[in-house]
């Protein structure tokens, strides 16, 4: 009930693509669920997040979609770019201050984007 | 504003062994947690720190155990290391009590285990 399942493992596209990486979860109890970018030999860095009081949420090239009812959340990239190739991880948490440091993440989603 | 700094980057231990690994927190931040992420893999919670006590715990075993310090600094212990524990650990820090969900994260120290 604590997993996070993302999809697909792995993704390539064209530069100007727009590649969709998938997540599930099961705990209905998660209330915000954040994406995250990993470049090789550096830390995951917050991209966008998004709480289940909303159905879409847009920062600059990034849209997350969120399905309350299907528990399910997606992370789109538009206009994609090389600089975009990285691994990127969806995560789900319960909030509140106690809660601040447990986040639950997917498996990853590696993006390579074409020139 | 500095950033989240972790110690040592790279290292090599046998099986069996202790190993210590050491966080320091951005500025600010009073909370510090603790991942393992092995290779290929998204990242797991090992365990958060506030006000110096342990504040949550993922599934992992007892021999994983940690402090934090007054300025908010944080270690990783350890103890008889197994090859399974071969991963990259990173620490992220955060600002209890004003939570927008985002972690700072170190760029790791990648410990393996022969």
């Known amino acids: 009930q604590q997993q996070v399942k993302q999809s697909p493992q792995s993704l390539i596209v064209q530069k100007g693509g727009i590649p969709i990486i998938n997540c599930a979860y099961e705990?209905?109890?998660?209330?915000?669920f954040p994406w995250y970018q990993q470049f090789p030999g550096k830390g995951p860095a917050l991209l966008i997040a998004?709480?289940?009081?909303?159905s879409e949420k847009k920062e600059g090239r990034f849209t997350i979609s969120f399905n309350k009812s299907a528990k399910q959340f997606s992370l789109h990239i538009m206009d994609s770019q090389p600089g975009d190739s990285a691994t990127y991880f969806c995560?789900?948490?319960?909030?509140?201050?106690?809660?601040?440091?447990?986040?639950?993440f997917g498996q990853g989603t590696t993006l390579q984007v074409k020139p | 504003e500095t950033g989240v700094t972790q110690s040592p980057t790279h290292l090599i231990k046998t099986r069996g062994q202790q190993v210590t690994l050491r966080c320091s927190s951005q500025?600010?931040?009073?909370?510090v947690s603790w991942y393992q992420q092995a290779l290929g893999q998204g990242p797991q919670f090992i365990f958060q720190?506030?006000?110096?006590?342990?504040?949550g715990r993922g599934n992992f075993p007892p021999r994983f155990s940690g402090l934090q310090f007054p300025n908010y600094s944080s270690e990783l212990n350890v103890n008889a290391l197994e090859l399974d524990d071969s991963a990259l650990y990173l620490c992220?820090?955060?600002?209890?009590?004003?939570?927008?969900?985002?972690?700072?994260f170190g760029e790791g120290s990648r410990l393996t285990v022969l």
């Open positions: 500025s600010g931040h009073n909370t």
């Open positions: 720190y506030y006000r110096e006590e342990e504040n």
């Open positions: 998004i709480r289940p009081d909303v």
């Open positions: 995560a789900a948490t319960r909030g509140g201050s106690s809660n601040t440091g447990k986040l639950i």
């Open positions: 705990n209905t109890a998660f209330d915000y």
């Open positions: 992220a820090s955060s600002l209890a009590g004003q939570y927008t969900g985002e972690l700072f």
